[in-house]
C-alpha cells in the first residue's frame, strides 16, 4: 500500500499547516488540516480492506504474421473499487531469426476503470512474429474514491499465444515449377497397389484397371485394390535451417505443406527439433504448423534428407526446395519474377 501523487500533495498540506499552526495558532488552519487528515485516513482504512481481486484469463486463439487478436481478462470484485489494470505485452525474440515484438498492442492494455462485481477487460494485438509467445503478467492498482491511497496486486498468470509462419500462395509462381511439387501429391495419391479383383456392380469406373482387363480372355473387368495402411502414399516435407534465418525456412515449408495438403496428399513433416506424423484435415494442418511456428535453426541427418519426398533447406546464401532431384529457389513457387536458376540436388 503507497500514497498516490496525489496522497503526498495532501500529505505534504497537512505537514505544512501543522508547522504553521504550531507558530502561529492552530484556529485558524483547522478548517484545511482536519478535513484532509479525515480524507486521507478513510482512503488508508479503505484500502486496507479491499480484498484481492480474482483475475482469469480466457484463451487466444492461435493466428498468422498480420492478423488480430483480442486478450480479454476476466475480473471479479466483491465491491466497487476504482484501479488502474495493466497488463503486460511481451517484447523480445522467438524462435529462429525473429526480433523484437512479438505483437503490438492496438489499444492500450492500461485500463483506468471501475471495478464491480464482474468486470471483462479486453484490448486488441497485432500478431507480428511467429513463435509461441505470451501475455502478461497483469497488475490491479487499486485506490480509494478521492485517490489519495493505492494498494497494488500482482499475477503471474500469463496466457500464450501461438503465432504461425508467414504462409505464401504458391499459385503465383513458375508454372513448371508447381506441377513439380503437384507431381508429388498426384504420385502419391494412389500408388500402394495392392491386388485385382473382380469388377462388381456399383464400383467406380476410375478403379478398373484397363490393362490387365484387356488381356482377360472373357473380357471381365477386373479393379485394382490398394493398401488400407493410412500412411500409404503419405509425402513427407523436411525442413532444414543451416543459418539463422529460420523464419524463411517455417514460412517455405508452411507454403509447401498447406499447397499438398490441398492437393488432397497425406502430408508428414520433420524438422530437425520435432515430427508430425503423416495425416490430413484442418486438424493436422494445424499441427502442422504449430510444429513449423516454434523450429529452431538445425540440421538433419542423413538418412531423413534422403528419405524426404520434398527438402526444404536454407542455406547462407536463399531457401530452396528439394523435389526430385531438382533444387528450385522457393521464391520461385510464389513470384513470376523469380530469376530461373535450377540446379540438380545430387549434382
Given at each position: 500500500?503507497?500514497?498516490?501523487?496525489?496522497?503526498?500533495?495532501?500529505v505534504a498540506?497537512?505537514?505544512?499547516a501543522?508547522?504553521?499552526?504550531?507558530?502561529?495558532?492552530?484556529?485558524?488552519?483547522?478548517?484545511?488540516?482536519?478535513?484532509?487528515?479525515?480524507?486521507?485516513?478513510?482512503?488508508?482504512?479503505?484500502?486496507?480492506?479491499?480484498?484481492?481481486?480474482?483475475?482469469?484469463?480466457?484463451?487466444?486463439p492461435?493466428?498468422?504474421?498480420?492478423?488480430?487478436?483480442?486478450?480479454a481478462?476476466?475480473?471479479?470484485?466483491?465491491?466497487a473499487?476504482?484501479?488502474?489494470?495493466?497488463?503486460?505485452?511481451?517484447?523480445?525474440?522467438?524462435?529462429g531469426?525473429?526480433?523484437?515484438?512479438?505483437?503490438?498492442?492496438?489499444?492500450?492494455?492500461?485500463?483506468e476503470?471501475?471495478?464491480?462485481?464482474?468486470e471483462?477487460?479486453?484490448?486488441?494485438?497485432?500478431?507480428e512474429?511467429?513463435?509461441r509467445?505470451?501475455?502478461?503478467?497483469?497488475?490491479?492498482?487499486?485506490?480509494?474514491?478521492?485517490?489519495?491511497?493505492?494498494?497494488r496486486f500482482?499475477?503471474?498468470?500469463?496466457?500464450p499465444?501461438?503465432?504461425?509462419?508467414?504462409?505464401?500462395?504458391?499459385?503465383?509462381?513458375?508454372?513448371?515449377?508447381?506441377?513439380t511439387?503437384?507431381?508429388?501429391?498426384?504420385?502419391?495419391?494412389?500408388?500402394?497397389?495392392d491386388?485385382?479383383?473382380?469388377?462388381?456392380?456399383?464400383d467406380?469406373?476410375?478403379?478398373?484397371?484397363?490393362?490387365?482387363?484387356?488381356?482377360?480372355p472373357?473380357?471381365?473387368?477386373?479393379v485394382?485394390?490398394?493398401?488400407?495402411?493410412?500412411?500409404?502414399?503419405?509425402?513427407?516435407?523436411?525442413?532444414?535451417?543451416?543459418?539463422?534465418r529460420?523464419?524463411?525456412t517455417?514460412?517455405?515449408?508452411?507454403?509447401?505443406?498447406?499447397?499438398?495438403?490441398?492437393?488432397?496428399?497425406?502430408?508428414?513433416?520433420?524438422?530437425?527439433?520435432g515430427?508430425?506424423?503423416p495425416?490430413?484435415?484442418?486438424?493436422?494442418?494445424?499441427?502442422l504448423?504449430?510444429?513449423?511456428?516454434?523450429?529452431?535453426?538445425?540440421?538433419?541427418?542423413?538418412?531423413t534428407?534422403?528419405?524426404?519426398?520434398v527438402?526444404?533447406?536454407?542455406?547462407?546464401?536463399?531457401t530452396?526446395?528439394?523435389?526430385?532431384?531438382r533444387e528450385?529457389?522457393?521464391?520461385?513457387?510464389?513470384?513470376?519474377?523469380?530469376?530461373g536458376?535450377?540446379?540438380?540436388?545430387n549434382?
Amino acid at each position: 500500500m503507497r500514497l498516490t501523487p496525489r496522497g503526498r500533495a495532501v500529505v505534504a498540506v497537512v505537514a505544512g499547516a501543522v508547522i504553521l499552526s504550531w507558530q502561529f495558532g492552530p484556529r485558524s488552519l483547522n478548517a484545511v488540516v482536519v478535513p484532509l487528515a479525515v480524507v486521507l485516513l478513510a482512503g488508508l482504512v479503505a484500502v486496507s480492506r479491499t480484498d484481492r481481486p480474482r483475475v482469469s484469463r480466457r484463451p487466444v486463439p492461435e493466428g498468422f504474421i498480420g492478423e488480430e487478436r483480442t486478450v480479454a481478462v476476466d475480473v471479479e470484485t466483491d465491491r466497487a473499487v476504482a484501479a488502474t489494470v495493466r497488463d503486460t505485452v511481451g517484447n523480445g525474440d522467438g524462435p529462429g531469426d525473429s526480433a523484437g515484438n512479438e505483437f503490438s498492442p492496438i489499444s492500450d492494455p492500461v485500463a483506468e476503470t471501475t471495478l464491480d462485481g464482474d468486470e471483462t477487460l479486453s484490448y486488441e494485438v497485432r500478431l507480428e512474429a511467429r513463435g509461441r509467445h505470451q501475455v502478461g503478467p497483469l497488475s490491479i492498482a487499486v485506490r480509494d474514491v478521492v485517490g489519495l491511497v493505492e494498494r497494488r496486486f500482482e499475477y503471474d498468470e500469463t496466457m500464450p499465444i501461438l503465432v504461425y509462419p508467414r504462409v505464401r500462395d504458391l499459385g503465383r509462381g513458375n508454372a513448371a515449377d508447381i506441377r513439380t511439387l503437384a507431381g508429388v501429391a498426384d504420385r502419391h495419391a494412389r500408388e500402394e497397389f495392392d491386388h485385382l479383383r473382380e469388377y462388381h456392380r456399383g464400383d467406380p469406373m476410375r478403379d478398373v484397371h484397363w490393362k490387365a482387363a484387356a488381356k482377360r480372355p472373357d473380357d471381365d473387368l477386373v479393379v485394382a485394390e490398394y493398401a488400407d495402411d493410412e500412411d500409404a502414399g503419405a509425402i513427407t516435407v523436411a525442413a532444414e535451417c543451416l543459418t539463422t534465418r529460420a523464419d524463411e525456412t517455417a514460412s517455405a515449408a508452411a507454403s509447401v505443406v498447406t499447397y499438398l495438403l490441398e492437393q488432397g496428399a497425406t502430408v508428414g513433416l520433420v524438422v530437425p527439433d520435432g515430427t508430425v506424423p503423416p495425416g490430413s484435415g484442418r486438424d493436422h494442418h494445424r499441427d502442422l504448423l504449430g510444429l513449423l511456428a516454434v523450429a529452431e535453426p538445425g540440421e538433419l541427418d542423413d538418412r531423413t534428407r534422403r528419405d524426404a519426398d520434398v527438402l526444404v533447406r536454407t542455406d547462407t546464401t536463399e531457401t530452396t526446395v528439394v523435389v526430385d532431384d531438382r533444387e528450385i529457389p522457393f521464391e520461385r513457387f510464389y513470384s513470376a519474377r523469380a530469376p530461373g536458376r535450377e540446379v540438380n540436388a545430387n549434382a
